[in-house]
């Protein structure tokens, strides 16, 4: 699985430019993700449930002792994973506001969205991370909060755009934003690029689901 989280490669370099030794936190913050990123390994083939401390300890060559010192328990890091995954969520969805367009603003974050669980190979990890939900309470609350907020997010933006005469949506905003929220999260899901589907496709399919949808009127903005 390739790195989805964090800022390991980052840290490494700063430590290799001009002899720069790490400061603590840096060291910290690079220990951590290492950890997360063992973590996620684990959980991919064994499952939140199936996964120990044992095994995530000896993915990432680290002693019991040393990986407790930043994670007390396996729950800690799910939480912590969830978290980060969430921080990331909320970089790209800022991104996507500053785009006036709301078509094209709709289509940048869908097709971000859909490129990250490509390219960091997540699909395995959220399958385990929507099972985890349905039995942990924690992990259910950070899951709810996080499609609340970012359902508050696209109405917000989509709702601007629908006062400014630039959409007409097909039904109203508080039925539609789920209903493509589900479509976007169905195509990363089952990531269709690594099913053979081209990613100019997939963002075709998207845009297209947008305009259909969300109805562009064509007023300038």
Known sequence: MKTAFGNIEMLLEAEGEEGRAL??????????????????????????????????????????GALYRYFV????IIEEICAAARRDDEEKLA???TK????????????????????????????????????SESVRLIYCNHLAEVRGI????????????????LFELEALVPALMSIIQGIANNDLPANGVALDKVETVVRTVMISMLRPTGKAL
Do not use: W
């Not at 993700?33 to 993915?59: D, P, T, V, W, Y």
């Not at 328990?73 to 800690?76: G, I, M, T």
């Not at 097709?111 to 960091?120: A, K, L, Q, Y």
């Open 23 to 64: 400061s603590r936190a840096e060291r910290r913050e690079l220990q951590v993700q290492r950890i997360l990123e063992a973590a996620k390994r684990c959980f991919a083939r064994e499952g939140f449930q199936g996964a120990s401390m044992q095994q995530i300890c000896a993915e990432a060559n680290m002693s019991p």
């Open 100 to 135: 006036r367009n709301v078509i094209e603003g709709m289509v940048f974050g869908a097709m971000t969205h859909i490129r990250f669980v490509h390219e960091t190979d997540a699909c395995a990890l959220i399958a385990q991370f929507h099972a985890e939900a349905t039995r």
């Open 154 to 169: 696209f109405l917000n933006y989509l709702g601007a755009a629908l006062e400014r005469g630039e959409i007409d949506p």
């Open 73 to 76: 328990s396996k729950e800690a």
């Open 95 to 97: 991104e996507m506001l």
